[in-house]
């Protein structure tokens, strides 16, 4: 018998495919809690959240979404526990080194976003090197945002753009929106339509702050390690409904 997830191969019938969100960008929350609910350590949370991240990877090339953000790391997660802050480098490390050649072969553009010089050395490497063996493919964008925070990209991006014009290469009346999103992580990236946020919390706790502006939340009380094709399938449902306004009426 097919399971549901082959079932779900293909673009669900009742999604309009001309109307779906080009970009999604996702707040992975829930770990903790989904390992603590089975009496187990956190860190089995994490590691069974890279399998749903890497289903809804596919997901995204099976359907047609051009590109996907996760937050797997904010500037404020270094505030966690030593062990479980060294599990996460040890995890983003080994997963990028196991999956890069499937990456390459399904033509998946990786990009990291966030201030990376903190991140461990041989982490930094294994980004180089994936960014670089991918940067030319045409399939999805998958970016991740690791060591990221919103309030920290906006600040480099002025500090950028003052240092320029102390430098005399720009003038004050050439700063617009254009020219401050070349100086973000996410230059060349379009802004998500879609943001989903699991395990019920109702922010955005300091994720894409300047690209979200008219970005659609969708928030589910399903835990991260429990989402899966159909659950993704009850968002894009939803945000299918709603009337995006962009500030017109
Ligand atoms: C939030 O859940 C989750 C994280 C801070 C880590 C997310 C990272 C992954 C799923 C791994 C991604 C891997 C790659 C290679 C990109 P939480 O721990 O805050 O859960 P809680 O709120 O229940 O405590």
């Not at 060349?188 to 943001?195: A, Y």
Request: proline content about 3%.
């Amino acid at each position: 018998m097919l399971s549901k997830v082959n079932l779900l191969k293909e673009l669900p019938p009742d999604l309009d495919q001309s109307r779906l969100p080009r970009h999604v960008a996702v707040i992975m929350d829930g770990n903790g809690r989904w390992a603590k609910n089975r009496g187990k350590a956190r860190i089995f949370g994490h590691q069974k959240g890279v399998d749903v991240l890497k289903d809804l990877l596919r997901c995204c090339q099976d359907w047609g979404i051009s590109a996907l953000t996760a937050y797997a790391f904010s500037t404020e997660n270094w505030g966690r526990p030593q062990p479980e802050v060294e599990f996460l480098m040890t995890l983003f490390e080994r997963v990028l080194r196991k999956e890069l050649d499937e990456m390459v072969a399904k033509d998946v553009c990786i990009r990291f976003i966030g201030d990376l010089t903190n991140l461990p050395h041989s982490l930094q490497e294994e980004i180089k090197r994936g960014m670089e063996a991918t940067k030319e493919n045409k399939g999805v964008k998958f970016n991740i945002a690791t060591n990221y925070g919103g309030r920290q990209e906006i600040i480099q991006a002025c500090v950028a753009i003052a240092s320029n014009v102390e430098k005399g290469l720009i003038k004050v009346e050439e700063i617009d929106e254009k020219l401050f999103e070349n100086h973000l992580y996410t230059t060349g990236i379009i802004s998500p339509d879609l943001l989903i946020r699991t395990s019920g919390e109702m922010r955005i706790s300091n994720f894409l702050l300047w690209q979200m502006a008219y970005t659609e939340i969708y928030v589910t009380s399903t835990l991260w390690p429990d989402f899966n094709r159909e659950k993704f399938h009850q968002a894009l449902l939803n945000y299918q409904q709603r009337d995006r306004r962009f500030g017109k009426v």
